[in-house]
């Protein structure tokens, strides 16, 4: 759709003051999608109506001020829209005196119903079971969604915040904005960042959620509940530290590193908090991980190193979109490790048998795998020579 730049700036007007209609609010996204310099236009104007309407030391927002460094921001402003717009000013010192000199208030109204549903509108991005998707949202930031995952966002993301809901697994390469902090949503925890690179894995069916933070900084926020009251618990990780959250127990660990001669070790300290949420009740901390095992999947390359085979067979339904069942609850605790570049299932599945004591058989879409007893004395014979 075609604009004119006096529509344009009508339309950015009106915004600031809480004054266009739903079909208005329809007009003025759609250009603000059309290309991020639109974004960053609006963004600057919208800083300096802020800025200018406030007093140094003042907490009360000046309208008219704000109105007449607009004005010189705009240049192209007919005066027969500034008188046009005169009545919205009236209004908008209205909203501002009811609204406590709240500027949140001003620019996003609540009491216009059609435009309130059109803020709600959500953009939905998915990527089906056995593909991956990569998306860059309107502030700029990349988003790599794993096999069977989602994001939803509101029509105006990177406007005044920058809010997502995520169902399943997703790659964030979030760009930096101070004053908009980047919240992911999950079902069990939210993830507040606001410039950093970092890897959540929150499918509903797991037994855990997680977050691998690469760069940056992020706040992991764990809802709690106690007497009636929901509350969060925040948690902070730093570069190469992992959050995993179980379904057992009501403890927090928080996992510190040493080093000797030989090999790296890890050890526990452990610290109680309560957590009486039903699928919150452990959260394990681990620092100094190789945050390419958690984001791989987005990759070439899929590194996979001492992953239980139950882990394992989950993934590789997501990832090939198939079903895998264990005739055996022994196998699913042998632990696999490899790295794979473009291979197929079954190729997969021929190295999983030679690493481990596992027959296989495919019936259509469903994969059948099967403890082989003699192997697995084989398999253990190699065990006992390594210990």
């Known amino acids: 759709m075609e604009y004119n730049h006096t529509d344009i700036e009508y339309l950015i007007a009106g915004y600031f003051t809480s004054s266009l209609i739903e079909e208005e609010m329809e007009r003025l996204f759609s250009w603000l999608g059309e290309d991020i310099s639109h974004r960053k236009e609006f963004d600057r104007l919208r800083s300096s109506w802020i800025m200018a309407g406030y007093e140094n030391g003042k907490k009360s927002f000046d309208t008219r001020r704000g109105w007449s460094t607009l004005e010189k921001n705009i240049k192209p402003l007919k005066i027969r829209r500034i008188k046009r717009l005169y009545p919205l000013w009236y209004a908008a010192s209205l909203l501002i005196c009811f609204a ?96 950093t690179r970092f890897n959540v894995k929150a499918y509903p069916d797991d037994l855990t959620l997680s977050t691998t933070l690469e760069e940056g900084m992020v706040d992991v926020l764990i809802p709690i509940s106690s007497g009636g009251i929901t509350s969060s618990k925040s948690v902070k990780l730093k570069p190469k530290e992992q959050l995993v959250i179980h379904k057992s127990s009501n403890t927090i660990m928080s996992e510190t590193p ?43 390359k899929w590194i996979i190193s001492d992953e239980p085979m139950a882990l394992f067979a989950e993934n590789l339904e997501r990832r090939y979109n198939l079903r895998i069942s264990f005739n055996s609850e022994e196998l699913k605790e042998y632990h696999f490790s490899g790295t794979f570049e473009n291979e197929t299932v079954d190729q997969i599945l021929t190295a999983l048998s030679l690493a481990a004591p596992v027959n296989y058989r495919f019936d259509k879409n469903h994969v059948v795998l099967t403890l082989n007893q003699k192997d697995k004395e084989k398999f253990s014979k190699v065990l006992k020579t390594k210990k």
């Open 100 to 195: 406590l000199g709240s500027i949140v208030t001003m620019m996003v109204p609540r009491s216009e119903p059609a435009q309130s549903a059109r803020l709600a509108t959500a953009t939905t991005v998915s990527a089906p079971l056995g593909a991956k998707s990569n998306v860059t949202l309107p502030d700029g930031s990349s988003v790599w969604l794993n096999a069977g995952s989602l994001i939803s966002y509101s029509s105006d993301f990177g406007l005044e915040k920058r809010d997502l809901q995520l169902t399943g697994e997703a790659f964030f390469d979030v760009k930096s904005d101070s004053l908009k902090p980047f919240n992911v949503h999950t079902s069990g925890i939210t993830v507040k960042a606001y410039g």
């Open 258 to 300: 040493t080093t000797n001669d030989a090999q790296e070790t890890v050890q526990k300290t452990v610290r109680e908090i309560p957590l009486p949420e039903p699928h919150v009740k452990e959260v394990v901390i681990k620092s100094n991980v190789k945050t390419e095992l958690a984001s791989s999947w987005k990759d070439s």
